[in-house]
């Protein structure tokens, strides 16, 4: 068995020994590049209920459908759409105010 020899430490100087290597190891992997966090595809996808009453009527989407401005996804009996091609479809208004340059 070895000989083991305890000196005494100052309390503070162990503390920040300990805060130093901790600092160091913190920085050190801080430094790694993490992966993207990637965004989920089916995020995109707004179901109709939620956009019927907040963007459009039921019949105003199904206007917007048949006359080729909006598409619709069907899964599982639900109709959904796509939040990129609802910001789409928003278009400057041309008022009094704004045409006034």
Do not use: C
Request: aromatic share 8%; no cysteine; charged share 30%.
């Amino acid at each position: 068995m070895e000989n083991l020899v305890l000196s005494p430490i100052d309390p503070a100087k162990l503390v920040n020994d300990i805060a130093e290597k901790v600092t160091a190891n913190l920085l050190a992997n801080s430094t790694k590049t993490a992966p993207p966090p990637q965004e989920d595809p089916l995020n995109d996808f707004i179901p109709k209920i939620e956009v019927r009453g907040k963007f459009a009527s039921s019949a105003t989407l199904w206007k917007m459908e048949k006359a080729g401005k909006l598409k619709s996804y069907g899964f599982g009996g639900k109709r959904y759409y796509k939040r990129s091609e609802l910001l789409e479809v928003f278009e400057p208004l041309k008022t009094r105010y704004h045409d006034k340059a």
